[in-house]
Nanobody, 131 residues
Framework: QVQLVESGGGSAQAGGSLRLSCKVS??????????MAWFRQSPGKEREWVAI??????????TYTNSVKGRFTLSEDNAENTLYLQMTSLKAEDTAVYYC????????????????????WGQGTQVTVSS
């Protein structure tokens, strides 16, 4: 059974930075590729895709939604089995609960931008940016 645990959320001023972590425990079935993504959800809004990465890729596989490009960066620590989301130049509109998600697929990870595409989810971590 796969478990995802997020941490690192909190409060920041606009223009500031936060780094979110998603620790993975357990293993998925061994086929295709493993995709990990970050989503976020604000009150009254649908869960929004933020970024996705192909795990253990030998290239920079990070893909980002337009509103965070150039500000957010994905990275992995394979030894710690942890995915990070470095968030810089934060804006008030980045305020949301952030969730990490994971699934195995034969498709390209970059094609997975809908919450329904993902099998495993973390519990979420709150990010609040004040202007």
């Amino acid at each position: 059974q796969v478990q995802l645990v997020e941490s690192g959320g909190g409060s920041a001023q606009a223009g500031g930075s936060l780094r979110l972590s998603c620790k993975v425990s357990g293993t998925t079935s061994d086929y295709g590729r493993e995709c990990m993504a970050w989503f976020r959800q604000s009150p009254g809004k649908e869960r929004e895709w933020v970024a996705i990465i192909t795990r253990w890729a030998d290239y920079n596989s990070g893909t980002y939604t337009n509103s965070v490009k150039g500000r957010f960066t994905l990275s992995e620590d394979n030894a710690e089995n942890t995915l990070y989301l470095q968030m810089t130049s934060l804006k008030a509109e980045d305020t949301a609960v952030y969730y990490c998600a994971l699934r195995r697929t034969w498709a390209s990870c970059g094609d997975l931008q809908n919450a329904r595409d993902f099998t495993y989810w973390g519990q979420g971590t709150q990010v609040t940016v004040s202007s």
